[in-house]
């Protein structure tokens, strides 16, 4: 089991997804990160891409892009889609407009590192489905984030 404090500490939570329903979780971590990891059919939360409030280019982000990017071109897959969240802070349209700018951000990394084009689209939510409370500053920072579907 996995507590609030030890997320931070994990790059990669993949959740296999089967005709759309999520069945289970694998946790992985830094040094276990490879292309059997990462692989089709697989969605990709990366607690490590986390956006300041209204911040969706944060540079210290493209290294992680980059990693991904690395492990996503070893696996077949038919598209990425890359999905953007946004904490409940604001207007639901400024949440919409906040993660559809995170999820463009990852996007456009993810094509500059050499994923297709034609092969990634982008999905916002703004503020619905939170993996965190947004009763405190912490929950809140989990929300903001991209999710990385792989499909087949």
């Known amino acids: 089991m996995i507590n609030a404090i030890k997320i931070f500490t994990i790059v990669f939570v993949i959740s296999f997804v089967c005709a759309g329903a999520l069945f289970a979780k694998e946790y992985v971590s830094d040094s276990a990160t490879s292309a059997a990891a990462v692989k089709a059919g697989s969605k990709i939360i990366i607690p490590g891409f986390y956006f ?14 980059k990693n991904v990017a690395a ?59 939170p993996l965190a409370s947004n009763g405190d500053d912490q929950g809140r920072m989990l929300n903001r984030r991209v999710e990385l579907l792989l499909v087949r």
């Open 52 to 65: 300041d409030k209204e911040n969706s280019s944060n540079a210290s982000l493209k290294k992680r892009v």
């Open 71 to 129: 492990q996503i071109k070893k696996v077949k897959f038919s598209k990425v889609i890359v999905e953007g969240y946004a904490d409940n802070s604001g207007t639901s349209s400024q949440s919409l407009k906040n993660s559809k700018s995170r999820a463009n951000f990852v996007r456009k990394e993810l094509i500059k590192n050499g994923i297709p084009a034609k092969k990634v689209t982008i999905k916002s939510f703004g503020s619905v489905n």
